[in-house]
């Protein structure tokens, strides 16, 4: 089992709906949870954080924690073209520092 | 105040040279960690660093690899003898401090990376 594991996709969605991105986790000492949106040749860069359980939104994206059922996630309401890109999800121990990533769900947004 | 700095953005090297890769964090950034991306995967941990200490090399090969960071210059992630295998991108990220809060509140700041091809 992976330490954290997203559907690769592509996901595909029609512009001004709504993407949602899904991410579990195995470590149940996971503390912290981001998400990180990479274009292609580019590198990651964050777009939200979360760590505590229930909803947190900023602007168009809302992450959306469930520490029991170690489940993590990333939905983009009004989708842009712009949006398509790899979301990766992290996860992280308080003290360990250290991001674990998951493989990534390619998000693709169609005009 | 810049960001993450990495380089050679771009680095060819034939098999069995050595491949050198340099990161500067941001200004008032203490802690550097190493990842790398194989293409179409995701970031894999590779080395945490504080000036002067590895924190935590458990994602780093055990041969071959090595990373310092200095009390003075940048990180800088040292592959010997590269193999094809290690073609991939190589990202440094840094952040203010260690743990908790903090870590919530900054998450990461990643450079450009570097692209090392083996030929």
């Known amino acids: 089992q992976k330490e954290v594991e997203q559907n690769s996709g592509p996901l595909s969605v029609p512009e001004g709906a709504i993407a949602s991105l899904n991410c579990t986790y195995s470590d149940r000492g996971s503390q912290s949870f981001f998400w990180y949106r990479q274009y292609s040749g580019k590198s990651p860069e964050l777009i939200m954080f979360?760590?505590?359980?229930g909803d947190k939104e900023d602007g168009r994206f809302t992450a959306q924690l469930n520490k029991a059922s170690q489940y993590v996630s990333l939905l983009i309401r009004d989708s842009q073209p712009s949006d398509s890109a790899t979301y990766l999800c992290?996860?992280?121990?308080?003290?360990?520092?250290?991001?674990?990533f998951g493989g990534g769900t390619r998000v693709l947004v169609k005009p | 105040n810049a960001g993450v700095m990495q380089n050679p953005r771009h680095l060819v090297r034939r098999r069995g040279q050595e491949a050198r890769l340099r990161c500067s964090p941001m200004k008032g950034h203490s802690h550097v960690y190493w990842y790398r991306q194989l293409p179409e995967e995701g970031l894999k941990f590779m080395v945490y660093l504080q000036k002067e200490n590895i924190i935590d090399e458990s994602g780093m090969p055990k041969e071959r690899f090595s990373a310092e960071f200095p009390k003075e210059g940048p990180s800088i992630l040292r592959i010997q003898q590269v193999v094809r295998g290690d073609s991939a991108a190589y990202f440094c990220?840094?952040?203010?401090?260690?743990?908790?809060?903090?870590?919530?509140?900054?998450?990461?700041?990643f450079g450009s990376g570097t692209r090392l091809t083996v030929v």
């Open positions: 992290a996860v992280t121990r308080a003290a360990g520092n250290k991001l674990t």
């Open positions: 990220a840094s952040s203010p401090s260690r743990g908790g809060r903090h870590l919530s509140n900054y998450g990461y700041t």
């Open positions: 979360i760590y505590s359980n």
